[in-house]
C-alpha cells in the first residue's frame, strides 16, 4: 500500500520560513519524480514544484522561485519543501505526489497523493 505523508506545516508571519516534509512508503521511491502542489481558498489546485526521481531536474512555479527548494533524500524516501520569504499568498494545503510519468506539468500523470499539510501565513 502505497502512503505519502506530508508534515511540517503551520502558521507563520509573513516573511517566516517553513520546512515542509514527505514521506513515502510502499513505492520503489527513487523511481519515482516528486511533486509539491497546493490550493488555497477559493483556488484550484496548482503545481508547486517538481523534481526528477534522480534529483537531474527541477521545476518551479514563478511565484515561489527564489523563495522555495524542493530537495529528496532516496535513501530515505523523503522530499521536502524549504520555503523562505513566505507570503500570505502561499497560504494552502500543500500535498506531496509521485508519478513515473514524464509529463511533470499535468496532474492527471501523478500516481499517488498525500492528504496534504495545512501552511497559513498571516500578514
Known amino acids: 500500500q502505497v502512503q505519502l505523508v506530508e508534515s511540517g506545516g503551520g502558521l507563520v508571519q509573513a516573511g517566516d520560513s517553513l520546512r515542509l516534509s514527505c514521506e513515502a512508503s510502499?513505492?520503489?521511491?527513487?523511481?519515482?519524480?516528486m511533486a509539491w502542489f497546493r490550493q488555497g481558498p477559493g483556488k484550484e489546485r496548482e503545481l508547486v514544484t517538481f523534481?526528477?526521481?534522480?534529483?537531474?531536474?527541477?521545476y518551479y512555479e514563478d511565484s515561489v522561485k527564489g523563495r522555495f527548494t524542493i530537495s529528496r533524500d532516496n535513501a530515505n524516501n523523503m522530499v521536502y519543501l524549504q520555503m523562505n520569504r513566505l507570503k500570505p499568498d502561499d497560504t494552502a494545503v500543500y500535498s506531496c505526489?509521485?508519478?513515473?510519468?514524464?509529463?511533470?506539468?499535468?496532474?492527471?500523470?501523478?500516481?499517488?497523493w498525500g492528504r496534504g499539510t495545512q501552511v497559513t501565513v498571516s500578514s
Open positions: 510502499g513505492l520503489p521511491f527513487s523511481d519515482y519524480h
Open positions: 523534481i526528477t526521481h534522480s534529483s537531474d531536474s527541477v
Open positions: 505526489a509521485a508519478s513515473r510519468g514524464s509529463a511533470m506539468l499535468l496532474t492527471s500523470n501523478y500516481n499517488y
